[in-house]
């Protein structure tokens, strides 16, 4: 089982408020991974670290942004909260060694924004 | 660029019956090619994944996939599914080939598989 986590695992929160997604994994992977669901659609990346303090945005563009201080800490921040952010947002972490690698999945954030 | 499509949405089955859920991607590198499973409130977990040499891959739980290139399909099947696999199943592609999707996931709608006793 893969030891990554994820708080708050729910969050409903009233627009304009400030959030942090926390991400954290035990497996001292290099790379981790912020995606974004929405029900019954595909996952979409949003944000990508290969190492501490590289971070690079996704394919798909949110106003959120992250950071990569420690290793095995990626948390994901909305500075203003707005409606069309509400969404599932899942972490995720693999090793660095090649695109083969398993990315093992956290079990994700519900943020619903009011 | 790589895409991901998967042909059903939803496949409702019954307990012991044999279910496949179709997968067809495209891309214009070489691709490895993946599958993960989404129970009700948890994240992915990976079923399996063909990197290379032969075709059909086996994953935990009985699931199996077969790739084909001249297709670009990578369809899972298991021969008798159980309540328990109830949940969402992904199919997801990543380049080889280096460039800018490297390492990078490109997933898949979802199918939602139901099996009703």
């Known amino acids: 089982e893969a030891d990554i986590y994820q708080t708050p695992r729910y969050l409903v929160i009233g627009t304009g408020k400030k959030i942090t997604l926390e991400c954290s994994q035990t497996?001292?992977?290099?790379?981790m991974y912020w995606y974004q669901q929405d029900p019954g659609m595909e996952l979409h990346l949003i944000h990508y670290?290969?190492?501490?303090?590289?971070?690079e945005k996704g394919d798909l563009s949110s106003e959120s942004t992250v950071s990569r201080i420690r290793t095995e800490h990626f948390p994901l921040t909305l500075e203003s909260a707005r409606p069309s952010h509400t969404s599932q947002y899942l972490c995720?972490?693999?090793?660095?060694?090649?695109?083969?690698?398993?990315?093992?999945f956290g079990p994700g954030t519900r943020l619903l924004v009011l | 660029a790589q895409s991901v499509t998967q042909l059903d949405s939803q496949v409702p089955v019954f307990e012991e019956a044999p279910v496949e859920l179709r997968c067809n991607y495209s891309?214009?590198?070489?691709?490895?090619l993946f599958w993960y499973v989404q129970y009700p409130n948890q994240g992915l977990q990976l079923l399996l994944k063909?990197?290379?040499?032969?075709?059909l891959v086996k994953g935990i739980n009985g699931f199996e996939a077969e790739f084909n290139k001249s297709q670009t399909s990578f369809h899972l099947r298991k021969p008798s599914v159980h309540i328990s696999d109830t949940a969402e199943y992904f199919c997801?592609?990543?380049?080889?080939?280096?460039?800018?999707?490297?390492?990078?996931?490109?997933f898949g709608q979802g199918t939602i598989l139901t099996v009703h006793p």
């Open positions: 891309s214009s590198v070489s691709v490895y």
């Open positions: 497996m001292g992977h290099d790379k």
């Open positions: 063909y990197l290379s040499g032969s075709t």
């Open positions: 997801a592609v990543i380049s080889n080939a280096g460039g800018t999707s490297y390492g990078k996931l490109t």
């Open positions: 670290s290969y190492g501490v303090n590289s971070t």
């Open positions: 995720a972490s693999s090793e660095s060694q090649g695109a083969w690698e398993t990315q093992y």
